[in-house]
T-cell receptor, first 111, second 113 residues
Framework: QKEVEQNSGPLSVPEGAIASLNCTYS??????FFWYRQYSGKSPELIMS????GDKEDGRFTAQLNKASQYVSLLIRDSQPSDSATYLC???????????FGQGTTLQVKP | DTAVSQTPKYLVTQMGNDKSIKCEQN?????MYWYKQDSKKFLKIMFS???????INETVPNRFSPKSPDKAHLNLHINSLELGDSAVYFC????????????FGDGTRLSIL
């Protein structure tokens, strides 16, 4: 079983729609959760961090965390073609700062 | 001002050679990391240092040796390069190693001929 699992996609949504990206993790002790965006040929860029159950909003992005279900998601409202990228879910493991990354979900936003 | 900078951006070399990648951060962070991203885009931690002390040392061939001369620098030396070492290597830093987001450099694309 993979430690952090994401659907690799591609997830295709029309411009202006809501994109929903999902991630499950196996370590019940995880406390820190991050979403990164990676454009092709570029480095991962931090979008959101979330540490407690519930929703956290930042502009068009909302991260949702449910520790009981070991599930974290990212919603992108009013999706733009510039949002087309691979979205990486990262979850901490242990207390050394180690992050476990999922394989990423490729999002395509079509004009 | 680049927050986390790596050199070189591209490295093309032959099997058996030894090479180094350098990383510097100007964010004042205490913790630095090396990651490897393979051809399938899977990103995996290799090492981390907190204020020059080794914190994470994943199952990595001992041909890979990190060195942190001070908390703003973390270098990666690779001996006897193999074909399987071809990947993008990312340096990252965070304020501390406890629950802090990590910020990545632009990466070094290593190609072994």
């Amino acid at each position: 079983q993979k430690e952090v699992e994401q659907n690799s996609g591609p997830l295709s949504v029309p411009e202006g729609a809501i994109a929903s990206l999902n991630c499950t993790y196996s370590d019940r002790g995880s406390q820190s959760f991050f979403w990164y965006r990676q454009y092709s040929g570029k480095s991962p860029e931090l979008i959101m961090s979330i540490y407690s159950n519930g929703d956290k909003e930042d502009g068009r992005f909302t991260a949702q965390l449910n520790k009981a279900s070991q599930y974290v998601s990212l919603l992108i409202r009013d999706s733009q073609p510039s949002d087309s990228a691979t979205y990486l879910c990262a979850v901490n493991s242990g207390n050394t700062g180690k992050l476990i990354f999922g394989q990423g979900t490729t999002l395509q936003v079509k004009p | 001002d680049t927050a986390v900078s790596q050199t070189p951006k591209y490295l093309v070399t032959q099997m058996g050679n030894d090479k180094s990648i350098k990383c510097e951060q100007n964010l004042g962070h205490d913790t630095m990391y090396w990651y490897k991203q393979d051809s399938k885009k899977f990103l995996k931690i290799m090492f981390s240092y907190n204020n020059k002390e080794l914190i994470i040392n994943e199952t990595v061939p001992n041909r890979f040796s990190p060195k942190s001369p001070d908390k703003a620098h973390l270098n990666l030396h690779i001996n006897s390069l193999e074909l399987g070492d071809s990947a993008v290597y990312f340096c990252a830093s965070s304020q501390s190693y406890i629950s802090q987001p990590q910020h990545f450099g632009d990466g070094t694309r290593l190609s072994i001929l």
